[in-house]
């Protein structure tokens, strides 16, 4: 009998959900409100509610699935199954494995959603062929996995892994976890929009004026205008630079044989990749005199990452 996985990713507005074969291959997969505001058990009963209608769609019975992952947001306790605080989904110390467990009928395994990601693209994507690697998403903050020895490295009571947060400014740009100048005050989608806002402003003289308001700036918004106007430059150059050193202090610690990269500020390709690898190789430690490369990658399973790896959970 064939043995199949079930993902689940966990976010403030929607439940994603799939079920996986043993290569990556989702069989059948869907999407449910979160419901968050009305607790952590109607959260529970709308995942089970998807899970069991992907069963249906997909005809595989309970029997075959080996167990369901979970990703979900905040600080999650792996070993315990617990969400020890998700400001995301407003829950705190709640035992989310041992619910889902009881209502499922499966063994639960839950994870922190940034690991899952990494773990995903470790398994499927863009890391599948390194052992040591790094996984970065640049979104509205700065998320991270790391994979050591091709094992998820999730640190003390799986706290680990926030290197979103290790400081890049002292006294910097404030930061959401109350620290200034910390990564993700600078290399963040949400950064890159405060300071393109910041430099439309700034120079009422600038081409990006040409969105017509700075409510309409995205990501894309600099690396659209930089090669035609001077302050499109600048802001995507100083992002360059911030994110830059941020990641070649993370391959000097860590050296992984890679860092895979993620989020919506990837899609620039060449115009974001070329110049990070140029920043990163002129700076990491001993690199003129032979010190393993760091390779740098693009993530390749999109929004299916979480899914993926919260199903290698079990894998």
């Given at each position: 009998m064939d043995k199949y996985y079930i993902g689940i990713d966990v976010g403030g507005t929607f439940i994603k959900a799939g079920i996986v074969d043993k290569n990556g291959n989702i069989l059948a997969d869907g999407k449910i409100a979160s419901e968050c505001d009305k607790g952590g058990d109607k959260l529970a009963d709308n995942a089970?509610?998807?899970v069991?209608?992907?069963?249906e769609k997909s005809g595989i019975n309970k029997q075959q699935i080996v167990g369901a992952?979970?990703?979900f947001p905040g600080f999650i306790d792996s070993k315990?199954?617990?969400v020890v605080y998700s400001n995301n989904v407003r829950l705190a110390d709640f035992p989310i494995a041992e619910i889902m467990r009881d209502k499922l009928g499966v063994d639960v395994k839950v994870a922190n959603d940034a690991n899952v990601a990494a773990l995903g693209e470790k398994m499927f994507g863009a890391g599948k062929e390194y052992k040591d690697m790094v996984m970065i998403t640049l979104g509205t903050g700065v998320g991270a996995g790391i994979i050591i020895d091709g094992k998820l490295f999730e640190g003390n009571r799986s706290a680990g892994a926030e290197v979103g947060h290790m400081l890049l400014v002292h006294g910097g740009e404030q930061c959401t976890c109350g620290r200034k100048g910390c990564f993700e005050a600078y290399s963040s989608a949400t950064a890159l929009i405060r300071d393109t806002r910041r430099a439309m402003l700034a120079h009422k003289d600038s081409l990006m004026w040409r969105i017509g308001s700075v409510d309409?700036?995205?990501g894309k918004t600099p690396f659209d205008f930089a090669a035609e106007d001077k302050y499109a430059a600048e802001v995507v150059n100083n992002y360059i630079e911030m994110l830059g050193s941020a990641l070649t202090d993370i391959a000097n610690i860590f050296r992984?044989?890679?860092i895979v990269i993620g989020g919506g500020v990837c899609a620039q390709g060449d115009n974001l990749i070329?110049?990070?690898?140029?920043?990163i190789q002129a700076e990491l430690f001993g690199a003129d005199f032979g010190s393993p490369e760091v390779v740098l990658r693009v993530a390749e399973l999109g929004n299916k990452a979480g899914l993926?790896?919260?199903?290698?959970l079990f894998m």
């Open positions: 089970v509610t998807l069991k209608e992907l069963l992952g979970m990703g315990k199954g617990v309409n700036v995205t992984p044989e890679a070329v110049p990070l690898k140029k920043k993926l790896g919260a199903a290698a």
